[in-house]
């Protein structure tokens, strides 16, 4: 098999980078501010009709402009779980994994880590016991 030769990749969907996803995700209920002033924004808060969506021309259901916030920030801590738990580990560090930081450092390793044997005491030094 020649390991250099061409590849070819296919995606079965449209690729949309995690900004764009959160951007989409934040704008989802209620209309950017700047789309979002406009004379029929205006009327549709009053009626409580939500329009969302980048542009801010789907009409998304019935709220006001505090509940369309809330369901904005539902949304967008949906979009956060989901990217947290695909940027994860699937198995949780437990305490036993973690590197004590007390014996050495945590750049050096973990006080179980295989070092040089101390060669105590020391040829012709006096050993020094404690009192206790």
Request: glycine share 12%; proline share 9%; with cysteine.
């Amino acid at each position: 098999m020649n390991a250099s030769g061409p590849v070819e990749v296919t995606r079965c969907g449209p690729v949309v980078t995690t900004p764009q996803l959160v951007e989409r995700r934040f704008y989802s209920y209620t209309a950017p501010y700047a789309r979002g002033i406009d004379i029929t924004h205006q009327i549709t808060d009053i009626l409580g009709i939500a329009m969302g969506g980048g542009d801010g021309t789907k009409v998304m259901g019935f709220g006001f402009p505090d509940q369309t916030i809330v369901w904005d920030g539902s949304a967008l801590e949906n979009t956060y779980q989901v990217l947290l738990e695909q940027q994860s580990n699937p198995m949780p560090w437990r305490t036993a994994d973690v590197n004590n930081g007390f014996c050495q450092g945590l750049p050096q390793g973990s006080c179980n880590a295989q070092s040089a044997p101390p060669s105590w005491p020391q040829p012709g030094s006096r050993v020094v016991r404690g009192l206790w």
